[in-house]
């Protein structure tokens, strides 16, 4: 069984699989003021939930966008589950090519996704992974990175708003019954759900005009946002909530077998 951990800036995702199944999953917040102590408690307390006893980890793959969780969550994984984790980044050993101008940006997060879009699908696809930011990631199907964009995500979006505005009041992030609010409420959650969908669709529908071949991709939506705003969305074609954490699985299977052979 392995532990794969997706860091975002605003939460991480946790997953355990056994071979290419996953067995659990938790979202929990990220917090950059873990110590390595504090992470390997909350691990065990999860596994600990579903029954499952730390021993039986016998290895753990990491994609983090936050550096400063990083280190710790690495320690906390030889420290506490007795495995030394892979941890994923620009340098990483694995069967894709990032067609970009500085490889080494790129996020650990569009790496995994990357690979798992293209072993798991095998098309050529636009994945749009819905957290703090909103990432267009451009695949092919022969695991080729184009590139992509970046663009706020619907809740910095929502609270740059509040922020910067005193009296409109922050609001739950729901799609309203209609785009016409009544209510200053509506109005807002008019304009900052209805608001990022349409964003969606037409970024999209850019980044498919300047496609390098004839192929139509294929789009697909992850992250934590996915199940609320791919509704709305015309362009989204499928929701795949664990493609990042698979994307980690495949990960871990390719760099270890690298290691072991």
């Given at each position: ?13 946790i997953g355990l699989f056994e071979k ?118 451009c695949i092919t199907a022969a695991g ?66 300047e496609w390098p071949s004839a192929a ?46």
């Open positions: 069984m392995i532990i794969a951990l997706d860091v975002g800036n605003t939460e991480t995702t290419a199944e996953l067995k659990s999953h938790w979202r929990i917040t990220t917090d950059s003021t873990r110590t390595p102590d504090e992470w390997g408690l909350l691990l065990h307390s999860l596994m600990q939930a579903v029954q499952i006893p730390p021993d039986r980890i016998a290895g753990a793959a990491i994609a983090s966008v936050v550096p400063p969780v990083t280190g710790p969550l690495a320690e906390a994984c030889s420290e506490w589950l007795n495995v030394a984790p892979v941890v994923i980044d620009g340098l990483s050993r694995l069967p894709i090519i990032l067609e970009v101008d500085e490889p080494l940006t790129v996020g650990a997060d569009r790496i995994v996704n990357t690979l798992a879009a293209s072993k798991l699908y095998g098309l050529d696809m636009i994945v749009v992974d819905l957290g703090t930011a909103t990432t267009y990631d080729v990175f184009l590139g992509g964009v970046i663009a706020p995500g619907l809740r910095s979006l929502a609270e740059t708003l509040f922020r910067r505005t005193s009296k409109l009041p922050a609001i739950e992030l729901v799609p309203p019954a209609r785009v016409i609010g009544k209510r200053t409420e509506e109005c807002i959650r008019a304009g900052v759900v209805f608001g990022t969908a349409e964003s969606i669709d037409g970024l999209v529908r850019r980044i498919k005009k139509v991709p294929k789009v697909i939506a992850t992250g934590g946002l996915a199940p609320l705003l791919a509704p709305l969305c015309d362009e989204i074609d499928s929701v795949d909530l664990h493609l990042t954490l698979q994307g980690l699985r495949l990960a871990h299977e390719i760099l270890t077998a690298q290691t072991d052979g």
